[in-house]
């Protein structure tokens, strides 16, 4: 399964989890990340639910950060292994790869 496969129940249909929303600090001017845009910067675990990381990117000397949830398979260990290993890389190329 690739990262951009991850899928998540959202009401009464499917929702991709890949790439994740980003919120961060704008002002007028600033040129807004595409989905695919940036580059990962951290990865956080958060302890409940069991499918839930908070990340953080970096595009146009900014961060921004996003919740990527999804439902199992893969594990959460298994996601978080990935994208740890793949900091620094653009999101649009890690959503290519194999989990």
């Known amino acids: 399964m690739k990262i951009?496969?991850?899928t998540r129940r959202a009401g009464g249909r499917t929702a991709p989890?890949?790439?994740p929303r980003w919120i961060g600090h704008f002002e007028a001017g600033d040129t807004l990340p595409m989905p695919?845009?940036?580059v990962l910067a951290s990865v956080m675990s958060v302890e409940n639910p069991a499918t839930l990381l908070r990340l953080?990117?970096?595009f146009d000397a900014r961060e921004h950060t996003g919740i990527l949830r999804w439902d199992t398979p893969p594990t959460l260990l298994a996601v978080e292994s990935l994208l740890r290993a793949n900091l620094g890389r653009e999101i649009?190329?890690?959503g290519a790869l194999d989990v």
Do not use: F, K, N
Request: net charge neutral; charged share 25%; no cysteine.
């Open 92 to 94: 649009r190329s890690i």
């Open 36 to 38: 695919g845009d940036g």
């Open 4 to 6: 951009h496969e991850l």
């Open 17 to 19: 989890a890949w790439p």
């Open 56 to 58: 953080t990117m970096r």
